[in-house]
Nanobody, 121 residues
Framework: QVQLLESGGGLVQPGGSLRLSCAAS????????MAWYRQAPGKERELVST???????IYADSVKGRFTISRDNGKNTVYLEMNNLKPEDTAVYYCKGSFIKNMYDSWKDYWGKGALVTVSS
């Protein structure tokens, strides 16, 4: 089993910045694509950004130019740097990653439990 733990959420004023981290632990042979999703109150969960194993990144239009996703394979960690935050960014942010537990396993997705980000003055 693979566990994902998000950290770095909290309260920030509009225009401020926050950095989320997601650390993976457990039985890990290989790590593939990783992504950040978010779910605002009363809204459906949506994809914020994804980063492939080769480092290729994709961003939702709503966060382009403001958010940056990155990864540190040596630490089994993915980051989401959020700048110029807006009230509409308020949501629970979830980390998702694709992992192989051993060389005979197939790719499987795992989810973190979420980190709350509140943007308010």
């Amino acid at each position: 089993q693979v566990q994902l733990l998000e950290s770095g959420g909290g309260l920030v004023q509009p225009g401020g910045s926050l950095r989320l981290s997601c650390a993976a632990s457990g039985s890990i042979f290989g790590i593939g694509a990783m992504a950040w999703y978010r779910q605002a109150p009363g809204k459906e969960r949506e994809l914020v950004s994804t980063i492939t194993g080769d480092g290729i990144t994709i961003y939702a239009d709503s966060v382009k130019g403001r958010f940056t996703i990155s990864r540190d394979n040596g630490k089994n960690t993915v980051y989401l740097e959020m700048n110029n935050l807006k009230p509409e960014d308020t949501a629970v942010y979830y980390c998702k990653g694709s992992f192989i537990k051993n060389m005979y396993d197939s790719w499987k997705d795992y989810w973190g439990k979420g980190a709350l980000v509140t943007v308010s003055s």
